[in-house]
């Protein structure tokens, strides 16, 4: 018996991605996959690659990945379309026929016997890279990955050793079942082409946007799909726990049908002990920084450490500073720097970000996800403050030095509006330059010397002789682009802007 291997073909997949997301991920799949025949819709985009499966479960910007059944035009449903016709339409526009599906499985079998085999050449460490642990539709949402309005970032809490241990319990049971799932796929004839696919459970998981969804629930399309698929594979359906799961999802830009990777969406980083804001945004905000080797990189206001794990993992020859006000977020920063074993390039600090203890023109990036609402905000009205956060972001940053901000809407107006303000007289230092450290590596080096009292002397400046400093320096800040992308609940504006 021939097993069928799809060694340097090219295979067509798609990933979902958060709104805002799309091209984040399109630039992602072209640079590090060298992917063919992009195509980005809303909320997904489809790539062909040959590339080993490691690589492509390893993509930052994306949320799930799945092996591409079928896409199709939109699905134009007559008003007041009975069940039945429903169905028929669904079926003969996305069943196709027998091989499409035999071929398609049989491809993703061997994906996943790649995967398999590369679980067992990286050991533990893939396992954890994208922790393939959790049920197989994968579709729990993670709390911290929503930003609620006026609430803003939660954090999930997983005790590190029990997150590992689950991730490897997971990882024998996913192999486990991939093989056994391979034993039940992989018959094939001498010529290599496939002879039975048997035995296979499944089900249809569905999700339906768009004018469909205001006819038919997803459920119901569900079941629409669900015993064509039965009838024309011989496959059994199983809504527990089937060897295979088929998701279609129904828009009206376009009907994709596709057999889902991972368990767990690629967005979930198992390297990542307690999450803040959203990993795949954090990656999107390093990845405009285009951080080089040798960069000094400052997040002042680094919440958990989120932003700056994602671009340390991406970039290993440059060095990454995170400011907080707040010694809970830097505890939790602390554990995940540790957690993802990153002590060596990621250094904490206690500081406020309207006065920062960094010397003038000693960074390279500065990337900041400021606070939306009253959880972070410490008390500090963050429009009122904006100005001279702005100015100190500016002041810290080299010319050539790249800015990276996430904001909410509101205060993403008031952005652009100081921007637009008319220079003024020259500021004063932010802080006593006797008592900065030279360099931003002496900051981290000194950090943990930096002693509460002095934070506090830089804390107790009257906020409103703060507010009052003129800042003029902003007109040093070219605007390069904006991208709004979810948040969840709500929508965020990330801003590049390159001091001149
Ligand atoms: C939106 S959260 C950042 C979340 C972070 N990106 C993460 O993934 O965890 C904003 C952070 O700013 C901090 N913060 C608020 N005011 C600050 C100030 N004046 N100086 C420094 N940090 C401040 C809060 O403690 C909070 O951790």
């Avoid at 994906?111 to 959790?134: H, I, V």
């Avoid at 015993?227 to 594979?233: N, Q, T």
């Avoid at 972001?393 to 303000?421: A, D, F, Y």
Wanted: with cysteine; hydrophobic share 35%.
């Amino acid at each position: 018996m021939v097993e069928p291997s799809r060694t340097g073909s090219s295979v067509r997949f798609f990933c979902t991605a958060g709104n805002g997301m799309e091209t984040f991920l399109t630039e992602e799949v072209k640079k590090k996959l060298l992917a063919e025949d992009v195509c980005q819709l809303h909320g997904k985009v489809l790539f062909s690659s040959s590339a080993a499966i490691h690589r492509i479960t390893g993509l930052k910007a994306a949320e799930r990945l799945f092996l591409l059944l079928k896409k199709d035009s939109p699905l134009r449903m007559p008003t007041r379309c009975s069940r039945a016709e429903a169905a028929f339409l669904l079926q003969s526009r996305l069943l196709g026929n027998r091989d499409q599906w035999i071929s398609a499985a049989v491809t993703w079998s061997c994906l996943q016997r790649e995967l398999s085999a590369t679980r067992d050449l990286g050991g533990t460490r893939w396992s954890q890279e994208r922790g393939e642990s959790e049920d197989f539709a994968g579709s729990r949402k993670h709390r911290s990955e929503l930003r609620e309005p006026e609430s803003e970032e939660q954090h999930e809490e997983k005790p590190s050793e029990k997150k590992r241990m689950r991730v490897e319990d997971g990882d024998a049971e996913m192999k486990r079942e991939s093989n056994s799932f391979s034993s039940k796929i992989l018959h094939t004839g001498d010529d290599g082409t496939s002879e039975s696919v048997e035995n296979v459970t499944f089900r249809i998981s569905c999700k339906c946007s768009g004018s469909v969804s205001r006819s038919f629930s997803s459920q119901e399309v569900s079941k629409m799909m669900g015993p064509a698929v039965s009838k024309l594979m011989g496959w059994k359906a199983d809504l527990k726990n089937p060897l295979l799961e088929v998701s279609l999802h129904l828009s009206d830009d376009y009907c994709l049908l596709g057999i889902p990777l991972t368990r767990l969406p690629l967005a979930n980083r198992s390297y990542i002990k307690t999450t803040g804001l959203r990993s795949t945004v954090a990656w999107a905000m390093a990845s405009l920084a285009h951080i080089q080797p040798g960069f000094c990189v400052v997040d002042p206001m680094c919440g958990v450490g989120t932003i700056l794990i994602e671009a340390a993992q991406e970039h290993q020859d440059a060095c990454f500073l995170g400011v907080d006000i707040d010694d809970g977020q830097l505890q939790r920063a602390n554990e995940n720097v540790a957690f993802a074993d990153l002590g060596q390039r990621i250094q904490l600090l206690k500081a406020s970000t309207v006065a920062l203890p960094l010397p003038s023109g000693s960074v390279d990036a500065v990337i900041c996800d400021l606070p939306f609402g009253k959880k972070f905000g410490r008390g500090t009205n963050m429009a009122a403050d904006l100005p001279l956060i702005l100015c100190e972001m500016e002041r810290i940053l080299c010319p050539g030095g790249i800015l990276v901000v996430l904001l909410s809407p509101q205060l993403s107006c008031l952005l652009k509006k100081l921007l637009t303000q008319e220079p003024q007289e020259p500021a004063e230092p932010a802080l006593d330059q006797k008592a900065k450290p030279q360099t931003v590596a002496a900051v981290c080096l000194s950090s943990s010397s930096l002693s509460d009292q002095q934070l506090c002397r830089q804390d107790r400046r009257p906020a409103a002789d703060l507010q009052q400093r003129p800042c003029p320096r902003w007109s040093s800040l070219k605007h390069q682009v904006t991208f709004r992308v979810s948040l969840g609940a709500i929508d965020g504006l990330i801003h590049k802007y390159i001091k001149i």
